[in-house]
Structures are given as structure tokens and as C-alpha cells.
């Protein structure tokens, strides 16, 4: 007989059964496993399953929300049988060999009416009540960004003002000294009320209702080269009505760069209200950053060559491309490489997996990858606008460039023409480029030129000018 049990106190799964000592017991999902203490042995048996984990050297945190499967050798798991068990960091249920993994709220508020419940009582709100910020990243699916490095700059010189972190589910790690509230939670919808200023990277989706005196700074995330919002393809009326609703809850707009200036204020419509032009928080790490801890956490011996493959999502595509066998470049290469799915891919896929292969999608900031990388191979993300913040080389991977160009989005500006590296279309094309000792001379030039248009205002200090901008504007008081 096999049963299964909840231990609370401990944050444990628990699995117990008859016989011989299984070989092994894991829990496996798209982004996490843990392997469970077994013991006893000969009449019984208990298999332990930690429902928390540690990645990249961090601290042990509940495990991402998801599906994951159970697995104990030799053992008929089909009569495993828990309700939903709402712990202190997940929640959890167990059917069979499938265990549901979700974020730790009571499950009244996952209904309809206690959803709405919650959003009307925010809708009442007072709200901008709290000397405090509202920090969100991607969905709460990251706490990086340029909002981390707002965080971090802040958090040194206001110290007193409280700073909120929207997390997707408590595996999110927040800075030191923050508060994180789980998206949909009671303790959320009051931190997004209560807080004098929300500083976000993507639009604010679920029905957001400014409170006086409440200020919204929009950092976005990237400079574009593909096209964005009102400009992208296609004429759809309520995608434009979307758009502009949106960017209205705005105040203000950060853009790294003039050209970016230029391109969001039109392609969201952003009129009459200010844009910052003051390089981006998040690439201040790249010009004092120190590699050698970041690869140490990702279990990188110095000296090895990295590569970092950072692909943008697709409209049409739910997970990350596949246009490079990572395992094989690898090999090829003789380097280490990292793969860094688009945070729009990060819970529909599942981490790659490999020799000298590191699936670093899930990582915090995507600024220490491009410091610990000796070079980017990316295509359309905006990526290429920070990682040239390095100097370091970039390979463009476009099998699908005509159709990305002429159907799926359309760019700015032609990559062929300006790209600071070389744009390839096969694996093979790949290597030949990487084994190239010429190619930083052959695209010297051109990644001069791109430096000063995209990064002039990315010089280290940009955090503490948006700071500075903040405190002087009086959206919190230090």
C-alpha cells in the first residue's frame, strides 16, 4: 500500500509504501526537480520530497508553479490521492503520479466571484496611501529588468520607502529587504492600491484603477528592432483601442536611447507627457560587472568559453525556437552554452538540456548573463541593444528573417544593412562565424557606429539618474 501526506510544517511532500526501498524518487517539472530523502527499507519505506529548491547559488525558495511529474522506481503511484493544500509557499495537490504545483493563495480567490470580489474592493480602494512602490517585471514572471535596478538604487538612498515586488508565485526571489505579494492575492491588489508609485516593464494588464496622487513610471523593455503596438502588421481595431487605453495609465515612459524616443512615443501613442531619455538601469551592471561570480553560480570553471543564445519569442510560435542544437554547438564551439528563452516562453517550455548545456531561461537578470557571456547569439531581440553595451561579439541566427521582416512583425531598420555582426541562416554558418579570428575587424566600424546611436546614455549611472528624477518629482518621499 502507497500513501501520500502533506507535511505543513516541514513544506514536504510525503510518500510512504510497503516492501523494498525504491532506488529512486523525483519530482520533475518544466523548470525544477528535487530528488527525495528515502528511507526505511524492508517492511516500509518513506520517500521525502522537499517542496522547496535553490538555483543559481540562491537561496532555497517554493518551487515554480507548474506540472510536475512523480516518479519512484517500480512503484504504482495511480492511488496517490490530495486535495489542494494551500501551504506557506505553494499550493499543491497530488493525483496519482501528477502533482499540481500553483502559487499559495486560497483557492475562494481563484473563482470568479472571488476574483471579482478583489477587484472591486480595489476599485474602492482609497488607494496611494503608502509612501511605497510597486515594483512588477514581465508579469511577476522575473524580478529583474529595469525595475530591479530602480529597486536597487532606490532601496540605498530612500530607505524608508517601503517597495512592493508583483511575483507570479513565491519561487521569484525578491531584493533584499522588499516585500513580495503574489499576483491575484489580497495582499497584491492592496500593494497596487496603496502604493504612491508603480514602476513597470510591460503593460499593466488586470484592471488597473489610478488612485490620486498614485504615478505609473513605464520603463518598457528593450529598444526596439522590431515593430511595436500601433505599428505592428495588420489593421485591428481593438488591438489599436487596447493600445491606446494602455499607455494612457502611463505618466511617464524611460527610453535607452533617442531612436527609442522617437518609436514608442508614436507606436503607443504616448503624447503630451514625458519621456526619460537616460540610458537603461538594467545595463549599469555591464560597465563595472564582475563575471567571475556569475559563472562560479552557474557552475562555469573559468577560462571556458560562453556562449549565450538569447532568441526573441514568436507570435506565432507558444515556446522558444529551436534553430540551434545547443548540445552540438557545444561541441562544435568548444564552449559552454547558455540558453535564455523570452520570458514570454518561460512557462510554456521546459529547460533545455545537455553537455556543457546550462537552460538559464529562469535566471533573475538577464544583465550578469551578458557579462559572464564571451559572446551573443540572439536574432531580433532587443538584447543586441544591451549586450553591445560589453563590446563584446554578436552572431545573428535568422533562418526566418524574410518572413519575421515581411510578415510576422517588420522592423525599423534594416538588420542586414547595420548589425554589428554577422547574420547567418544555418548552424554550420554559425560555427564557420564563431571560428572567424577576423570578424571583430570586419564589423568594427559598424558596431562603432551602433554604439553611439543606441548606447551613449548607457554609461553606468542611469539608475541613479532615474532616481534622482523620482525623489526631485516628489513620486516618494525619502
Known amino acids: ?44 519505506w518513506k520517500a521525502t520530497f522537499p517542496l522547496e529548491a535553490s538555483r543559481w547559488g540562491g537561496p532555497s525558495l517554493p518551487l515554480p508553479a507548474g506540472e510536475y511529474a512523480l516518479h519512484i522506481s517500480d512503484i504504482d503511484l495511480g492511488v496517490l490521492q490530495i486535495d489542494p493544500v494551500v501551504l506557506r509557499g505553494v499550493r499543491i495537490a497530488v493525483d496519482g503520479d501528477a502533482v499540481r504545483i500553483a502559487p499559495p493563495i486560497d483557492p475562494v480567490y481563484d473563482t470568479s466571484e472571488g476574483r471579482s470580489t478583489l477587484e472591486e474592493r480595489y476599485v474602492a480602494q482609497a488607494g496611494g496611501t503608502e509612501n511605497a512602490v510597486f515594483f512588477e517585471s514581465f508579469y511577476g514572471r522575473s ?42 492575492s489580497p495582499q497584491w491588489w492592496h500593494a497596487r492600491g496603496a502604493a ?80 526619460w531619455v537616460e540610458g537603461y538601469p538594467r545595463n549599469d551592471a555591464l560597465t563595472s560587472g564582475d563575471s567571475a561570480a556569475i559563472r562560479a553560480d552557474l557552475g562555469i570553471a573559468q577560462g571556458e568559453r560562453v556562449l549565450l543564445y538569447a532568441p526573441t519569442w514568436r507570435d506565432d510560435l507558444a515556446e522558444m525556437v529551436d ?21 514570454r516562453t518561460l512557462e510554456q517550455g521546459r529547460d533545455r538540456a545537455g553537455a556543457r548545456v546550462i537552460d538559464v531561461t529562469g535566471y533573475p537578470e538577464t544583465a550578469k548573463l551578458l557579462l559572464a557571456a564571451d559572446a551573443l547569439i540572439t536574432d531580433y531581440s532587443s538584447v543586441m541593444f544591451d549586450f553591445s553595451v560589453t563590446g563584446k561579439p554578436m552572431y545573428f541566427m535568422v533562418p526566418d528573417l524574410d518572413h519575421y521582416r515581411g510578415q510576422l512583425r517588420g522592423f525599423y531598420f534594416d538588420l542586414a544593412e547595420r548589425a554589428p555582426g554577422p547574420l547567418v541562416r544555418t548552424q554550420d554558418e554559425l560555427v564557420a562565424a564563431l571560428d572567424d579570428a577576423d570578424q571583430r575587424e570586419k564589423y568594427a566600424e559598424r558596431y562603432s557606429a551602433w554604439r553611439k546611436q543606441f548606447n551613449s546614455r548607457d554609461d553606468g549611472r542611469a539608475a541613479e539618474r532615474v532616481v534622482d528624477r523620482i525623489l526631485d518629482q516628489g513620486f516618494v518621499t525619502p
Open 196 to 275: 504612491r508609485l508603480l514602476v513597470v516593464n510591460d503593460w499593466l494588464r488586470r484592471r488597473f484603477a489610478r488612485k490620486p496622487g498614485q504615478k505609473v513610471l513605464q520603463t518598457w523593455h528593450g529598444t526596439p528592432l522590431k515593430r511595436l503596438a500601433l505599428h505592428r502588421p495588420g489593421f485591428d481595431p481593438r488591438r489599436m483601442a487596447a493600445v491606446v487605453k494602455e499607455s494612457r495609465r502611463w505618466d511617464v515612459l524611460l527610453a535607452q536611447n533617442m531612436y527609442a524616443e522617437r518609436i514608442l512615443r508614436k507606436a503607443y501613442a504616448f503624447l503630451g507627457r514625458p519621456i
Open 323 to 343: 534553430f540551434i542544437d545547443a548540445e552540438k554547438l557545444a561541441l562544435q564551439a568548444n564552449a559552454v552554452v547558455l540558453v535564455r528563452g523570452h520570458s
Open 143 to 184: 524580478v529583474g529588468c529595469n525595475p530591479r535596478a530602480i529597486d536597487r538604487e532606490l532601496a540605498a538612498r530612500a530607505p524608508g520607502v517601503r517597495r512592493y515586488w508583483s511575483v507570479a508565485d513565491l519561487s521569484v526571489e525578491v531584493p533584499e529587504g522588499a516585500i513580495a505579494v503574489v499576483e491575484g
Open 1 to 44: 500500500m502507497t500513501t501520500a501526506r502533506i507535511d505543513d510544517a516541514a513544506q514536504t511532500l510525503v510518500i510512504a509504501g510497503n516492501g523494498p526501498r525504491p532506488q529512486f524518487a523525483e519530482l520533475v517539472g518544466p523548470r525544477a526537480r528535487v530528488d527525495a530523502r528515502i528511507t526505511g527499507g524492508g517492511k516500509t
